[in-house]
């Protein structure tokens, strides 16, 4: 989101937690509640940066009543703006057996560094199968688009039109071979018809929270 107001480091953290966290709250969240859900000590400090986010126009308190605090219709339609700017995260991708490939498109902000100048999207990792090569369960993944790879690359593999999975692949005119990264787990074997590469790997996220 941009500001022409400058906040703090720590006024942008909440904030943007509000933002990533809006659907999760039935209500407004009072300070008590977003103390315990950010995981913070200070119910004072917090007061502090949400007074800021109101004086800043991103932010609003409701009456006493309800104690509670929500994102102004500004501050929603700004970050709806901003946010179709960024990559599109799409959902889940198997690092193990085959899942249900997902589709709930949303946007997240990835450095130009890790994804390329072409049409990228973000799925999020589930399972071990490519932990020896360091990703692991939960994390994000940046994929460039497209319906080809070559031998050794990690790709995402649609099998059967209907799961999708995170693996290198290996082609060869009588089978496409789909190779975890887990020394304890098999390959798994295809016809050539049955796979369709959906996109390469080119980037990596992690959150340690």
């Known amino acids: 989101m941009q500001n022409i107001y400058h906040l703090t480091r720590k006024q ?3 904030l943007d937690f509000l933002l990533e966290n809006q659907d999760q709250f039935l209500q407004p969240p009072t300070l008590d509640e977003l103390c315990l859900a950010m995981g913070l000590k200070s119910r004072g400090s917090l ?6 986010l109101i004086n800043a126009g991103y932010i609003e308190a409701l009456n006493r009543r309800q104690r509670g605090v929500r994102l102004t219709a500004q501050c929603l339609a700004e970050n709806t703006v901003a946010s179709e700017t960024g990559t599109p995260f799409v959902g889940a991708i198997a690092a193990g057996m085959p899942i249900e490939a997902l589709e709930n498109i949303r946007y997240m902000n990835v450095p ?11 799925l999020q990792v589930k399972g071990d ?4 090569d360091g990703i692991f369960d939960g994390d994000w993944v940046i994929i ?3 319906s080809y790879a070559s031998n050794g690359q990690i790709v995402v593999a649609l099998i059967d039109k209907a799961d999708a999975t995170l693996k290198y692949i290996e082609q060869y005119p009588h089978e496409t071979v789909l190779i975890p990264a887990n020394k304890h787990m ?3 074997r295809f016809h050539p018809k049955q796979v369709e590469i959906q996109g390469v790997l080119v980037g990596q996220m992690r959150s340690y929270k």
């Open 129 to 132: 199968s490519m932990i020896d």
């Open 144 to 146: 460039e688009q497209q």
């Open 112 to 122: 130009d560094e890790i994804k390329t100048d072409k049409p990228c999207y973000i």
């Open 186 to 188: 098999q390959a798994m």
């Open 47 to 52: 007061h502090k940066h949400i007074q800021e």
């Open 12 to 14: 942008q953290q909440v």
